[in-house]
Structures are given as C-alpha cells and as structure tokens.
C-alpha cells in the first residue's frame, strides 16, 4: 500500500526566511502528488500538484515543489516565508493506476512564523 | 473556479440525534465527492467516496448505517450522522472532483459536530 511521510511534526521559521517541508512516498509507481495547506478550523487548500513533466512545480503564494524520483520525494520550498503562512501543510499522493481518485495524506505539518 | 462549500460549517446537537451535512460544488459538476473525519491535530481520514447516482464506498471501519452518505446530484452530496454520540463529535471536511482518475480534489472549508 501506498504511503506518505512527513518527517517534520513541527516546523518554525522566522519570517523572510526561506522553508523547505519535507515529503516522502512510498509507491511502485510515480503517483500524482499534491501539496494541501490548512488554515485552524478551516478546509484544505490546494497549493499544487504534480502529475508529470517538469519536476519543478510552480504553485500558489509563491511556493514551488520538485519532484524526485530517486529520492522518492516532493517537497514544498518558498524563499520567503510571511506571517500568513502560519498553517497546517500536507502532503498527498494519488494513485493513477488505482481505478479512482482516492488520495492518501501524510501526516501534516505544523508550521509557525517567528515575527 | 473550483468551489466547494459545505453547510453548516458548526454544529452543536444533543445525543441521540440526526445531523446532515450538506456539501455543494458551486462551479462544476462533481462525479466523485470524498468525506473525511479529522481529530484535533491529526491528518485526515477518509470515510467515504460517493459516486453520483451510486451507492457510497466506505473505508474499512466506518459505520455505513452510521454515517449515511447521498449522492444526489452531480453538485451535492450530504453526509448524515444518525443517532449521534459525543465521540462523534469532529471535524467533518468534503471534497469534490470532476472526473475519477486525474482531476485534482477541491475541498469544502469542514463542518465542525459537537456532539452534547
């Protein structure tokens, strides 16, 4: 079965700092990843998502992720980090061969913006 | 574009009794809608995926005559909570999607039950 890590629980950065949240899967197969984020009390976001092609994905609010293959990984990088970017991250993968799109989710990070 | 809204986004109910979550696709049709429990601080859970016009998929575990799903529409889709206990007291978040193999899924901003 197929499995999403995410090894930070918690992450802090103080702002304009640059962040990288890591994401590693477990699959045969190149799945469908996507990065989420969460607001408190709020729904989920989608702030990108890789299919295939270009492994460096460009998202909303200025994050990017980059696909490795070798590695198993896709993680959420941006520059500068603002305040606002206070939230819950998850990442996600989607299997492409499974007959739908049920997607499993890793189990969040937490990230707090030092002012 | 993508919008998905759910209704009511709190609510408080005694034990013992029915609660409907309503989840709606205000720009496109979905043909699969997803629900999901998540506990305080923890990532989400898969219950259901409802097909429109099909009976709902449960994941292993949860409670069919429990939680009832409807797929009414290729825009709404409802989660009922039946008889309902504190424990069932969560966060309850939709999404929806426009095709079953590659679209993305858009979620719902969640529903919060508590359950007295």
């Known amino acids: 079965a197929q499995s999403v890590t995410q090894p930070d629980i918690h992450i802090t950065v103080s702002e304009g700092a640059s962040l990288e949240l890591r994401c590693n899967y477990s699959y045969g197969a190149t799945p469908y990843l996507f990065w989420y984020v969460q607001s408190p009390g709020q729904g989920l976001q989608l702030l990108l998502k890789y299919f295939s092609g270009d492994t460096l994905v460009q998202g909303i609010k200025g994050f990017e992720a980059e696909f490795k293959r070798s590695q198993s990984s896709f993680n959420l990088r941006k520059p500068s980090v603002h305040w606002s970017d206070a939230a819950e991250y998850f990442c996600?993968?989607?299997?492409?061969?499974?007959?739908?799109?049920?997607?499993?989710f890793g189990t969040g990070t937490q990230l707090k913006v030092e002012l | 574009g993508a919008v998905v809204s759910q209704h009511p986004s709190w609510v408080i109910c005694k034990s013992g009794t029915s609660v409907k979550i309503e989840c709606r696709s205000l720009?496109?049709?979905?043909?699969?809608m997803f629900w999901y429990r998540q506990f305080p601080k923890q990532s989400l859970m898969l219950m259901a995926t409802s097909n429109e016009g099909s009976k709902a998929t449960y994941e292993q575990g949860v409670e069919k005559d429990k939680f009832l799903i409807n797929h009414a529409s290729l825009t709404l889709s409802t989660l009922t909570v039946t008889s309902a206990h504190p424990e069932d007291s969560s966060f309850y978040i939709c999404?929806?999607?426009?095709?079953?193999?590659?679209?993305?899924?858009?979620f719902g901003p969640g529903t919060r039950l508590t359950v007295l």
């Open positions: 999404s929806a999607s426009r095709d079953r193999v590659t679209d993305t899924q858009y």
């Open positions: 720009d496109f049709q979905a043909t699969t």
């Open positions: 996600a993968v989607h299997d492409p061969t499974g007959g739908g799109n049920k997607l499993t």
